[in-house]
């Protein structure tokens, strides 16, 4: 409608994980009404975002140097928490509520996957206990399903799975098949 700049904006933006055709075009029209001098800082910040930091060698976390904060702590706990994303780092490392070692393991991109599992073997040397949290999608379910398969064949450390369930405040009636079935098989004995 505003012509091929504005249309290759809304393309690109729409590229963001997450990020809507509306949500794309909500950012290209507040990008349309800045001036020069306001665009510069933003451009520059996108710049140097991408230029200065990289992904740590050893757990792909989001770094300035070659290897994280986290990983180079050597007061954190020995167990190393598998997630998808550097958001999900943030949220669980924000919640007080772990103080292991994280791996980000994109489940999306195939072409690591491999790479991957051989940096979660080498991480294990020093870790005691590895816990998978990848999202209770089919797709996450079969990749924490490889993960398992291959890390149980290579190392001798206890390896976990976090369970899915009901959701608190939630109950059967209102949950899909896959998250029922996910609730019987994490069960746990009660006597
Ligand atoms: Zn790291």
């Known amino acids: 409608m505003f012509g091929s700049e504005f249309d290759e904006l809304i393309l690109n933006l729409k590229k963001i994980p997450g990020i809507t055709k509306k949500q794309a075009e909500k950012i290209a029209f507040y990008i349309l009404d800045l ?10 910040s996108l710049i140097n975002v991408n230029k200065n930091l990289n992904k740590c060698i050893t757990c792909n976390f989001i770094s300035k140097n070659k290897q994280c904060d986290f990983c180079l ?22 919640s007080s509520i772990f103080k292991g070692k994280y791996f980000i393991y994109n489940i999306k991109d195939e072409k690591e996957i491999e790479n991957n599992i051989k940096k979660i073997i080498d991480f294990s040397k020093n870790i005691d206990e590895i816990i998978i949290s990848l999202s209770p999608t089919i797709e996450g379910l079969a990749a924490t399903n490889l993960l398992i398969s291959k890390l149980n064949k290579e190392i001798n450390k206890k390896i976990s799975k976090i369970s899915f369930g009901i959701p608190i405040g939630s109950s059967i009636d209102y ?13 746990k004995e009660v006597k």
């Open 73 to 94: 702590d050597p007061s954190r706990d020995k167990q190393l928490l598998i997630l998808e994303n550097n958001n999900e780092v943030l949220k669980i490392e924000n």
């Open 35 to 44: 001036n020069f001098s306001e665009l510069e800082k933003i451009t520059t």
């Open 175 to 187: 949950m899909d098949s896959l998250s029922i079935k996910e609730s019987i098989n994490n069960r």
